[in-house]
């Protein structure tokens, strides 16, 4: 990831031709893009009967990829999942296996496709963050008919700095801004501590906060899904760690009941995982995945009938 971006193994000049436009630079990204896609092939374990789609572009920056995980023999009008990864806003990558591996083993054979997003990082802001991932979901369900899914069956999942993202959009729904995106089922919040961003900055913090939300309080409440949150928001389910000392569950309990007031469903999962559990255990047999997908099943029958499956 850090090459690609960097441009380190690029052909002589071939920095400086990219700054200019036409053909070649749209070239010299496409040839990044392959090789990162080299470099990942044996990153993430594909199970047999999953066939994946990698680096699909939803954007012109190298960064603005998804991949897509469907099965081989796809169904019709199947259902969709987009996760966003983490990594505090300034690392993280859709290909990690700890990401994904358990999810596309456990629901992609059940007819669920899998949509893994990748989006710029910091030092760009938080708000070209957010609207990288709302262009992935866009762009989702705009294609999802071609990997025999529905675009109208969608949920939003997202760990850490990504639960944070997928929270604000959610959060938003039916905003201006959002026009382009359809409606979606649901949303699972996995872990985030920046879900009351004013609160958060008002107390001791770790210094990624300061790097990722700025010293601007107008700034806090635009990107805090506590205070952008509108009765259009989906239902949600906040599944946090038990194990922080920052104790994300007190916060995710005062945000359902803020959600709650609003008429909006949410439904908080604590969990005895450290934070890094918290997304990779998504997916592995076990309560915690059951508990997911209690959720997912009650948003919409298709769902319920795949998670069924065995």
Not at 84 to 92: A, K, L, M, Q, S
Not at 284 to 308: H, K, N, V, W
């Amino acid at each position: 990831m850090v090459l690609a971006a960097s441009g380190l193994g690029d052909p002589p000049g071939a920095r400086a031709a990219e700054a200019g436009a036409g053909p070649l630079r749209e070239r010299l990204m496409e040839r990044r893009a392959e090789r990162r896609a080299e470099r990942r092939a044996d990153v993430v374990r594909v199970p047999e009967g999953v066939r994946v789609l990698r680096d699909l572009a939803y954007g012109s920056d190298p960064r603005q990829v998804v991949d897509v995980y469907r099965p081989v023999r796809p169904t019709k009008d199947a259902p969709v999942i987009v996760m966003v990864h983490g990594g505090g806003w300034r690392t993280g990558d859709k290909a990690s296996a700890r990401v994904i591996e358990n999810k596309i083993e456990r629901w992609v054979p059940r007819g669920i496709v899998v949509v893994s997003v990748d989006y710029r990082l910091l030092p760009v802001p938080l708000e070209q963050q957010r609207d990288d991932v709302r262009a992935a979901i866009a762009f989702v369900q705009r294609k999802a008919a071609e990997w025999g899914a529905s675009g109208d069956r969608l949920v939003l999942m997202g760990h850490s700095a990504g639960a944070h993202l997928v929270d604000l959009i959610n959060a938003s729904a039916g905003v201006p801004a959002q026009r382009s995106l359809r409606p979606w089922l649901g949303t699972v919040s996995l872990d985030s501590a920046a879900l009351d961003v004013p609160a958060l900055m008002k107390r001791r913090h770790a210094k990624l906060y300061d790097d990722a939300f700025g010293t601007d309080p107008q700034r806090w409440a635009a990107l805090s899904p506590m205070q952008q949150l509108t009765a259009a928001a989906t239902p949600m389910l906040l599944a946090c760690s038990t194990k922080r000392n920052d104790d994300p569950c007190e916060e995710s309990r005062r945000f359902a009941g803020h959600a709650e007031r609003l008429g909006v469903r949410a439904e908080v999962l604590p969990r005895s995982l450290s934070h890094a559990e918290m997304n990779a255990q998504v997916g592995a047999p076990g309560a915690y995945t059951r508990r997911i997908e209690a959720f997912l099943s009650s948003l919409d029958r298709s769902l319920a009938d795949a998670l069924a499956a065995r």
